[in-house]
């Protein structure tokens, strides 16, 4: 990775430290594995939007070495796969050349979470190595009960996506929304939203909501930014300047989507291990991120 790394512990170890100290106020790790099960109903067969500066140019911010392989076998399927949405993004200004906004910090940001997980958070959850990235008519998309979303303030789904999501959310699948900004873009995720579940609301979530304490226990929404605005000192972007966890509870008051609505959780994940991004915000992407997955394969 760009930079050199001060004298002592690496980014890595101090989010693994970090991590292993906000666990000794979670649930015990035997509790949550009983209900590490994938959602029901999955039977059926089947880059960042801010301004940057040359040395954080387009890029800077594509793909960069990664931890785990991108190509060639995947290894073993685990009961969690980490999967990424491919969605239309015909409006976006940012990443076009390189296939639409879906592409923002991948597969770095994918591959980092999934070490995040399988090393440093301690649950026994059984996480396949490599990330999957799926086009939402994919009929391998219910072999999946998690889905994630970037840049989704850019995204513009067809009527077939549209009811593809609400079959998949109707048989157990969870979404999972991050990194979008400002009114703008907000507007933009209510409208695709409505789309999906016309007949629910997108509520803001109390800090006492159960997926902010599945694991670890989350007690504060914490603006992510990305590593340009970091090292500046600024978290919010587009006048995006307060963070919120949302989501869509269905009839029965399960979450179905989780929404990271002004903060960029993706790219504190693509960036941990560089010594230029802080680990404080770090550690708040991979709390949440950590606490979205259990919630949303044992719920």
Known sequence: MAGRRPQGQSPHDRLRRALKLARRAALPVALVALVLMP????????????????????????????????????????????AR???????SPYWTRYGGSWTVDYPEADNHFITGMREWAGTNLNITQRPEAIELLDERLFNYPFIYFVEPGFMELSPEEAARLREYILRGGFLFLDDFWGESEWQNVQTQ??????????????????????????EE???????????????????????????????????????????????????????????????????????????????
Request: aromatic share 10%; glycine share 10%.
């Open 85 to 91: 949405a491919i969605y239309t993004s015909p409006f």
């Open 193 to 218: 939203l409505k789309k999906v579940l016309p007949e629910y609301e997108i509520k803001e979530l109390p800090l006492t909501h159960p997926i902010l304490h599945s694991y670890l226990d989350i």
């Open 221 to 299: 929404v914490v603006q992510v930014p990305n590593i340009y605005n970091a090292q500046r000192g600024i978290t919010g972007e587009k006048g995006g300047n307060t963070p919120y966890y949302m989501g869509i509870e269905d009839k029965s008051g399960r979450l179905v989507v989780f929404i990271s609505r002004n903060s960029d959780l993706g790219d504190a994940w693509e960036w941990i291990n560089d010594p230029r991004y802080p680990v404080k915000y770090g550690l708040a992407a991979y709390r949440i991120g950590i606490n979205v997955v259990i919630y949303a394969m044992s719920h």
């Open 39 to 82: 959602a029901a109903g999955q039977r059926r067969r089947r880059g960042g939007g801010t301004t940057t500066p040359p040395e954080l140019s387009v890029a800077a911010e594509r793909p960069r070495n990664t931890e785990l392989p991108t190509d060639g076998p995947a290894g073993p399927a685990g009961e969690f796969t980490f």
